[in-house]
C-alpha cells in the first residue's frame, strides 16, 4: 500500500507492493516481509486480481458482489467474487474486446463487443449465442424497458437489436459519419450518441425520433489555442435526470443541463488527451474524468480540483464502486490499480477492515502534483508578452518553460488573441469549402527530388482514374515520402542500373516529355515568386489548365523488352571494348619495356599539316603511284597492265578481340588440365 497525498487528500493505492510467488516456503516468507517494507505493507485486497498483458475495461455489477474486467493476451474476461475475494471464473474469446455491459443484476447475462465485428452473448454456464454486424462497433448500451440493445460504431447509424424477439430492428440515422459513444439516462431513459464532429445527439426509444441536438465543439474552441481539427466526443455519463457530462478528444469536459444547449461548466485537464471516462459521485458533487495520463477529481459546480491521481502506466477505463470512496482502474500494466479515498466515503462491506488500516500506514512523504498551472515554453510566453515575469513568483522555472497559474494565462491570452474565436470560425468555413469542392479537380504540385518519376504517378493515376482502375499511390504513401524530398534518393541518370531498368524517363513519349520539361520550368518559376493569399486560387486555375494528362500514350511491354535488352548489349560492349584496350597497352608496354617514348611538339607546326596517307597517295598523280607500288614489290607483267605480287603465307596472330576471346579461353580451362608427370611405362 502507498500513501499520497495531493492537495492535502490522502489518497490509498492498494494494488501497489511487491507479489510473493506461491512456491515460496512460510519461513522464506517471514524473512523476506521482515527485511523489505514494501512487502510488509502489501496488501492483496481482491487475489488474483490482474491480467496476463494489459486490462481494458472493468464493471461492477449493479448488486455490487462482482467485478467484471477484460484484458489480453489471450483475450478473456475474469469475474470476481468480492464476498470471497477471489476469482469466480475466467473464460476466453477469440478476438479481444472493445466493450461490454452486464444485461442482469448478477453475472448470469453478459454481452461482449468485439473488434472483429461479433457481439457475444454469455449466460451463467458460458457463451450462448455470437453474432455479426454490419459495421465495426465502438461502444453498446443495453435499454431495460425496450429490451432493446443499441450499438453505435463507424457508421452513421444506431444498429438496434431486440433481445425478446431475437432479431434487428430498423436502425436509427444520424446526421453524423461515425459514432463514438452513447449513454443511456438511467430516470428517462433518453438515448444520447457521441459524434466524430463534436455534436451529441439524443434520441427518444419510444417514439423513435431526435429529439435535441448539442453542438460542444463551439465551446471547446477558447480552452486551447492549438486547436486545428473539430474535437471529437470521447465519452457521456448521466446523473440523475438533468445533469449530462461530455468529454472531449482535446481534453474537455462540458457539463450540460439538458434543458439548456450550453454547458454550465467546462474543465479543462490541459493534457491534451482525449477523456476515456467520467463518473459521479453519488452522494458528493464530486466529478471523475479520467484520460490516458491522469484522473481528476473536482467539484461539480465550481470546477474547482479535489484531488489527482497521475499514472505509472496508461489508464484505460475506470470503474467506481456505488456509495464508497474506492474505484478500480484497468491499465496498461498485469496489475489493476485500486484506490480508496476516505474523504469520499467509507470502505465497501467486503473489505470494512481498511478503514482501521489506513491510519496505521500513513507515509510522511507525500507526492507534490501541479494542478491548476499551465506549461508555457519561452516562444510562447513571448507571444503572450510575459517575459519580463521571468524571475518572479508568477513563473516557476521547470525543464525547457516555465509552470503559471492558470487564470493569468487565460486572461493574457484573452487580450493577446481577442479574435480566437473568428479565426476558428473562417477555419470551419474553409473546411466546409474545402468539403464541398473535394470532387472537382485537384492541382498536385511537383516534388524536389526525383520530378520525372512523381510526374509519371501523377500521370498514372489520372489513367487509372479514367480507366476507373484501382492502384497504390505512392505520392500519398507515408512509407514513401522520403524518395520525393530527401536529395539522397535522386535518381541518377548515369548509372548503369538506370539504363539496365528502363528508368522512367525512357517510358515518356517526346509529347509527354515536353510536358514533363514544361510542368518542371512552371513550377520552378511558382517556388521563386512571392503571390499573396487573394492569387492563390487564380494560380490554381492557371496550373489546371496547363496540366494536361495524356492517355494516348500506353506502355508495351515488347518495346520495354527491347529497349532493356539493347542498353543490356551496349553496357557489355563498352566493358569488352575497355578489356581490349587495357590489353593492347600492357602488350605495348611489355614490347617498349620501361623506356617511353616521348615526342616533342616543334615550333611552326601545326596539325593540320599531319594528314593521313592514304589522303595524300589519293591526290598524288598516276606514275607517282606507280612508282610506289613497285617499290612495295608489285610487278607489272603482259601489255594489259596485269600485275603479280608475291607473299609469304604465315600463321596469322590473333590480334584484338579474337587475341582477348583465347587467352580468356585458357584461363578458363586452365584448371581442368591434368599433370602426365606420374603417368610411367609398366615393364614386362
Given at each position: 500500500m502507498q500513501v499520497s497525498c495531493p492537495n492535502d487528500v490522502k489518497i490509498y493505492n492498494l494494488s501497489a507492493g511487491k507479489s510473493l510467488p506461491e512456491w515460496l516456503s512460510e519461513r522464506k516468507r517471514r524473512s523476506l516481509i521482515k527485511k523489505n517494507v514494501d512487502i510488509r505493507r502489501r496488501i492483496e485486497l481482491i487475489q488474483d486480481f490482474d491480467m496476463p498483458g494489459v486490462s481494458t475495461s472493468i464493471k461492477v455489477s449493479k448488486d455490487g458482489q462482482y467485478i467484471f474486467a477484460t484484458g489480453i493476451y489471450k483475450p478473456r474476461v475474469k469475474c470476481f467474487d468480492v464476498k470471497n475475494l477471489s476469482l469466480k471464473f475466467e473464460r476466453c474469446f477469440d478476438s479481444e474486446v472493445v466493450t461490454f455491459d452486464i444485461l442482469s443484476d448478477d453475472y448470469s447475462k453478459l454481452v461482449f463487443l468485439h473488434c472483429d465485428r461479433t457481439i457475444e452473448f454469455h449466460?451463467?454456464?458460458?457463451?450462448?449465442?455470437?453474432?455479426?454486424?454490419?459495421?465495426?462497433?465502438?461502444?453498446?448500451?443495453?435499454?431495460y424497458p425496450s429490451c432493446n440493445l443499441f450499438i453505435v460504431g463507424d457508421s452513421n447509424e444506431i444498429y438496434r437489436i431486440n433481445l425478446e424477439r431475437?432479431?434487428?430492428?430498423?436502425?436509427?440515422?444520424?446526421?453524423?459519419?461515425?459514432?463514438?459513444?452513447?449513454?443511456?439516462?438511467p430516470v428517462h431513459h433518453l438515448l444520447t450518441t457521441g459524434t466524430q464532429e463534436g455534436k451529441v445527439e439524443a434520441w427518444d426509444p419510444r417514439t423513435r425520433n431526435k429529439v435535441g441536438t448539442l453542438d460542444c465543439a463551439l465551446y471547446c474552441v477558447g480552452q486551447d489555442n492549438k486547436l486545428e481539427a473539430v474535437p471529437a466526443i470521447t465519452?457521456?455519463?448521466?446523473?440523475?435526470?438533468?445533469?449530462?457530462?461530455v468529454g472531449t478528444s482535446t481534453g474537455q469536459v462540458l457539463l450540460y443541463d439538458i434543458r439548456s444547449s450550453k454547458p454550465f461548466l467546462v474543465k479543462d485537464h490541459m493534457y491534451g488527451l482525449p477523456i476515456k471516462n467520467i463518473e459521479f459521485h453519488q452522494k458528493m458533487d464530486m466529478v471523475y474524468s479520467m484520460d490516458s495520463s491522469i484522473v481528476k477529481i473536482w467539484e461539480r459546480n465550481s470546477g474547482k480540483l479535489y484531488t489527482s491521481i497521475e499514472a505509472q502506466n496508461d489508464f484505460n477505463d475506470m470503474c467506481v464502486i456505488p456509495n464508497t470512496g474506492m474505484f478500480v482502474i484497468a491499465n496498461e500494466n498485469t496489475k489493476m490499480q485500486t484506490y480508496y479515498i476516505p474523504s469520499l466515503g467509507p470502505a465497501p462491506y467486503w473489505c470494512s477492515f481498511l478503514d482501521n488500516l489506513t491510519e496505521e500506514l500513513e507515509e510522511l512523504n507525500y507526492e507534490t502534483i501541479y494542478d491548476d498551472y499551465k506549461f508555457v515554453t519561452e516562444k510562447e510566453l513571448d507571444e503572450l508578452g510575459l517575459s519580463h515575469l521571468k524571475g518572479t513568483k508568477l513563473l516557476r522555472a521547470y525543464m525547457h518553460g516555465y509552470f503559471m497559474d492558470i487564470r493569468l494565462y487565460r486572461k493574457t491570452r484573452d487580450v493577446m488573441k481577442p479574435f480566437e474565436f473568428e479565426e476558428y470560425k473562417k477555419k470551419r468555413i474553409q473546411?466546409?469549402?474545402?468539403?464541398?469542392?473535394?470532387?472537382?479537380?485537384q492541382v498536385q504540385k511537383l516534388p524536389s527530388v526525383n520530378k520525372e518519376l512523381a510526374f509519371k504517378l501523377m500521370d498514372d493515376e489520372t489513367n487509372m482514374k479514367k480507366k476507373k482502375k484501382s492502384s497504390s499511390n505512392l505520392l500519398k504513401d507515408e512509407r514513401f515520402k522520403a524518395l520525393f524530398s530527401n536529395p539522397d534518393f535522386q535518381v541518377d541518370k548515369n548509372s548503369e542500373e538506370y539504363s539496365l531498368l528502363n528508368p522512367v524517363i525512357s517510358q515518356l513519349d517526346k509529347s509527354r516529355a515536353k510536358k514533363l520539361q514544361a510542368k518542371i520550368a512552371e513550377e520552378e518559376a511558382q517556388q521563386k515568386m512571392e503571390i499573396d493569399?487573394?492569387?492563390?486560387?487564380?494560380?490554381?486555375?492557371?496550373?489546371?489548365?496547363?496540366?494536361?494528362?495524356?492517355?494516348?500514350?500506353s506502355e508495351d511491354e515488347k518495346?520495354?523488352?527491347r529497349e532493356v535488352k539493347k542498353q543490356y548489349r551496349l553496357i557489355k560492349?563498352?566493358?569488352?571494348?575497355?578489356e581490349v584496350e587495357d590489353e593492347n597497352v600492357k602488350d605495348n608496354e611489355q614490347k617498349l619495356g620501361n623506356h617511353s617514348r616521348l615526342y616533342e611538339i616543334k615550333e611552326h607546326v601545326e596539325f593540320r599539316d599531319a594528314k593521313p596517307v592514304a589522303k595524300r597517295q589519293n591526290k598524288a598523280t598516276l606514275g607517282d603511284r606507280l612508282k610506289t607500288q613497285e617499290a612495295l614489290g608489285v610487278k607489272v607483267s603482259g601489255s594489259r597492265g596485269n600485275r603479280e605480287m608475291t607473299f609469304v603465307v604465315g600463321k596469322k596472330k590473333p590480334t584484338g578481340r579474337a587475341k582477348f576471346q583465347v587467352r580468356r579461353h585458357g584461363k578458363d580451362h586452365k584448371h581442368l588440365l591434368r599433370p602426365a608427370g606420374n603417368l610411367y611405362r609398366k615393364k614386362r
Open positions: 449466460v451463467a454456464h458460458g457463451k450462448y449465442y455470437r453474432l455479426r454486424i454490419p459495421r465495426f462497433g465502438r461502444d453498446i448500451k443495453y435499454h431475437g432479431q434487428f430492428l430498423q436502425s436509427f440515422v444520424t446526421d453524423s459519419t461515425s459514432i463514438n459513444k452513447c449513454e443511456i439516462n465519452s457521456l455519463k448521466f446523473q440523475g435526470g438533468l445533469t449530462l457530462g473546411q466546409k469549402i474545402q468539403e464541398t469542392c473535394g470532387s472537382r479537380v493569399h487573394e492569387n492563390d486560387e487564380n494560380q490554381d486555375n492557371s496550373s489546371d489548365e496547363s496540366f494536361i494528362h495524356d492517355d494516348s500514350s518495346p520495354w523488352v560492349k563498352n566493358e569488352r571494348q575497355n
